[in-house]
Every structure is written in C-alpha cells, then in structure tokens.
C-alpha cells in the first residue's frame, strides 16, 4: 500500500508518501500563489498509471479554503490520479474521542494531529502544541480522549498586530539596531519579537501544567508547526519536536479508515495499524 499525504495549512502545503508504513521524505511549500499545474506537477507529480510507485490513495488533511481544495482535487484528476480524500473532524475516529461541543468545528489539522500523537504517545497522556499562523495547545489523554485545547494567535502574528494596529511602537520599532535578544530587550523591535516568544512559551508551559492537574501526570509534549524551534528552548520542561506530526496522523486515519473497495476485503477488526 502506497499513500500520498498532504497537510495543507494557512500558508504551506507539505507532503510525503508513506510506502508499506514508513514514511518517505517530507517536502514543504508555500502555495499562496499556485495554481492547478503547480500543484500538479509538485504535489501530485507524474506518472500515475505507469508508474508502479504511484499512490493507492491520496489523504489530505487541509484548513485552507475551498478554492484551494479544489484545486488540488483538479491537479489530481488531471494527472490521472485517485481522487483525494479529505479528512473531517468527527467526534471518534482511528482511537481519538473528542469532547468538543460541535465536532466539526474542530480544526482538521488538531484532530488528525491529536491522531498520530495519542499513536506515538502509547498510552500516555499527550499534549500537542502547534506553533504557526496561530498556537493550539490539545490536551489528549491516555484512553484517546480529546479534552480539546487552546488557540492563540502565533509569534509573527502577534508581532503584525503590534506593528500595524499601533503607532507609537510601530514608529519605535522601526530602524535602529536589533540589539541583544531575551526577555529584558534594549530595543523596541526586539522587545516585540522577544515578547512574542515568550508568551508563546508562557502559555505551553501554563498549558503542561493544567494538563498535569486534568490527568494526573505530566503528559508527554509534542511539538509541531514551522515556528516551534524557535519557541522550544524556551519552554521548560522536555518537549519533543515532530515536524511531520499531522503526515503520521493521516497514514494513522489511513490505516483505520479504508476506502470502500478495502473495506469489503477486510473487516475492521483485522486492520492493521501502522508499525
């Protein structure tokens, strides 16, 4: 079984193919001015019909708009490709439960990552932080149970809005020296970009400790999203970072959700999961 998986976010699409349950190299790009041959020819590729390595599938986990969807839903048609499927937050799929009042207004992304992590974390208790356009913070426990989570806006948004909602710290902010970097910054600039750091920071490690109170131990912390490496030194307490978070919870949602045809071969009870 050959899976392509993409994870299409806020700004960048990433995608790897998983080849009898080990994944492949990831790839990331910014799409915000593709259009259906881009995603063709760097998402979906060539040679589908020919091509002995080509996908059985294609999973997608996407927050982006419909205009986007649909146009790698195009890309796909005309290289000859299966037709993607999109994955939908529910209340319970491939071992994860959520408590979320209205399922589907949870985020694809926190659902299929809150996936894959209660899947590496074996039973722990495990909480996903996902630092990009915006933080999420999900608290997952040991039994797959979803007690939902946190949305901030992330360290460069939160930089914009001082830049662009205000004057005075704009004006200041603007040339001059960068200066030193820490919490006590010498500069206005500085001051913002440090700031933002830190209070994502502040607010994983508030989190964490919630989490202990909610399940009784510390749960294990996982990293994700292109701004975590630069919050993660400044979080207390070990955390573990996995950049292909949301590609290891669609090849998980694969494993546990087989097409229609699959699903008249094999019952559920003897799926397997992946190794």
Not at 43 to 72: F, M, P
């Amino acid at each position: 079984m050959i899976l392509l998986l993409i994870d299409i976010g806020n700004t960048r699409v990433k995608w790897a193919r998983l080849v009898d349950g080990r994944m492949g190299q990831q790839h990331a790009a910014a799409f915000s001015d593709w259009a259906v041959g881009d995603y063709a020819k760097h998402v979906i590729g060539r040679g589908w019909g020919r091509d002995a390595e080509a996908a059985d599938r294609i999973v997608v986990s996407s927050v982006a708009s419909e205009k986007i969807n649909d146009s790698l839903t195009a890309a796909a048609r005309q290289a000859g490709a299966p037709a993607p499927e999109f994955v939908a937050s529910e209340r319970a799929a491939a071992g994860i439960t959520t408590e979320y009042l209205d399922p589907w207004r949870l985020g694809v992304d926190r659902f299929v990552g809150a996936i894959g992590a209660h899947h590496l974390a074996s039973g722990q208790p495990v909480c996903v932080v996902s630092v990009g356009t915006a933080i999420t913070v999900d608290l997952v426990d040991g039994t797959g149970r979803h007690h939902g989570g946190a949305i901030v806006p992330g360290p460069d948004l939160m930089v914009s809005s001082l830049l662009t909602q205000t004057n005075g710290i704009h004006k200041r902010a603007t040339g001059g020296p960068d200066g030193a970097t820490g919490l006590f910054a010498k500069t206005t600039r500085t001051a913002i970009g440090e700031g933002a750091r830190y209070a994502a920071a502040a607010l994983i490690d508030r989190a964490i400790e919630e989490a202990r109170n909610r399940v009784g131990n510390r749960p294990l912390v996982l990293l994700t999203g292109g701004g975590s490496a630069d919050i993660k030194p400044l979080i207390r307490g070990t955390a573990v970072s996995l950049p292909d978070l949301v590609l290891h919870g669609l090849a998980v949602w694969a494993r546990e959700t087989p097409t229609r045809a699959q699903s008249t071969k094999t019952s559920p009870k003897k799926r397997r999961r992946l190794d």
